[in-house]
């Protein structure tokens, strides 16, 4: 059983930076480790995702040279560096992790992920 608790969100102008941490409780070193989003009145959409080892990483093209996932697993932490934001990333932003082997950082589907956090706020205002 991984336990994930988020934290990180705020309130920012456009252009600014923020940090997400995703701090995790369990054995959950090996696992594929996913960011997603979930915008008012849109379906959850996945951000980023990192491997095990933290070696791979992916991306959706909407945050691609912005947002950067990343683990340290001696602290037990993922966390997602936010810069250029803009207020289309505006949204809550859950942490969410697989157990299945077969998972890959290419897996983009919530569905793909066992365990999940219990969100974020990220507001970003023009």
């Known amino acids: 059983q991984v336990q994930l608790v988020e934290s990180g969100g705020g309130s920012v102008q456009a252009g600014d930076s923020l940090r997400l941490s995703c701090a995790a409780s369990?054995?959950?070193?090996?696992?594929?480790m996913g960011w997603f989003r979930q915008a008012p009145g849109k379906e959850r959409a996945f951000v980023a995702a990192i491997g095990g080892n933290g070696g791979s990483t992916y991306y959706t093209d909407s945050v691609k040279g912005r947002f950067t996932i990343s683990r340290d697993n001696a602290k037990n932490t993922v966390y997602l560096q936010m810069n250029s934001l803009k207020p289309e990333d505006t949204a809550v932003y859950y942490c969410?992790?697989?157990?299945?082997?077969?998972?890959?950082?290419?897996?983009?589907?919530?569905?793909?992920?066992?365990?999940w956090g219990q969100g974020t706020q990220v507001t970003v205002s023009s």
């Open positions: 969410a992790a697989s157990r299945n082997p077969f998972t890959t950082v290419q897996s983009t589907r919530g569905g793909s992920y066992d365990y």
């Open positions: 369990g054995r959950y070193s090996s696992y594929v």
